[in-house]
């Protein structure tokens, strides 16, 4: 008699893989498959983070926070304030006058640059096929990134209104 047909009906052998040939019944239509990414004990420490779970709340919280941001600002800028036709240097210069809106637009550059790149991360990671090509794709992306940052805080900061 084989294990497969020793075992009593409903037991959790019945999901399991004996003897190479799973057994399959109604209430076990599939063999027991070990998610891919369970931890053990072999698992690198470098994998054992919760990077991709931080990465995911962030993407969905830094969305809504942009969406206000984002509708704010078009909402300011183009009814409240006069259209397009009010928006020039002195209108800038007058907005980055006050920390608020120096605060509301770093805040947009920030969130907007970090959503963007943490999309375009994932995108780098799921079609990028060999790891040289993901690092190189993804010590670009992370180094424009910063980049972008960094000058457009330097800009929000030290933007001189009486530059002539």
């Known amino acids: 008699m084989s294990a497969?047909?020793?075992?009593p009906a409903g037991s959790a052998a019945d999901a399991t893989v004996t003897d190479s040939a799973p057994r399959y019944d109604v209430d076990h239509p599939a063999p027991f498959i070990e998610p891919p990414r369970a931890r053990t004990q072999r698992t690198p420490?470098?994998?054992?983070?919760?990077?991709?779970?931080?990465?995911?709340l962030f993407m969905r919280l830094s969305g809504i926070?942009?969406?206000?941001?984002?509708?704010?600002?078009?909402?300011?800028?183009?009814?409240?304030?006069?259209?397009?036709?009010?928006?020039?240097?002195a209108f800038v210069a007058g907005r980055w006058a006050s920390p608020f809106w120096q605060g509301w637009d770093l805040l947009m550059l920030w969130l907007a640059m970090l959503h963007g790149a943490n999309g375009l991360r994932t995108v780098i990671n799921d079609y990028a096929e060999r790891p040289n090509t993901r690092f190189w794709l993804k010590t670009l992306l992370f180094t424009a990134t910063v980049f972008t940052v960094l000058l457009g805080t330097l800009v929000i900061f030290t933007f001189d209104p009486n530059i002539r």
Not at 68 to 86: A, E, F, R, Y
């Open 45 to 56: 420490k470098a994998t054992r983070t919760n990077f991709e779970l931080y990465g995911w």
């Open 4 to 7: 497969e047909t020793s075992s």
């Open 65 to 89: 926070v942009l969406v206000v941001l984002v509708l704010g600002h078009l909402l300011i800028q183009l009814v409240l304030d006069g259209g397009v036709t009010k928006i020039g240097f």
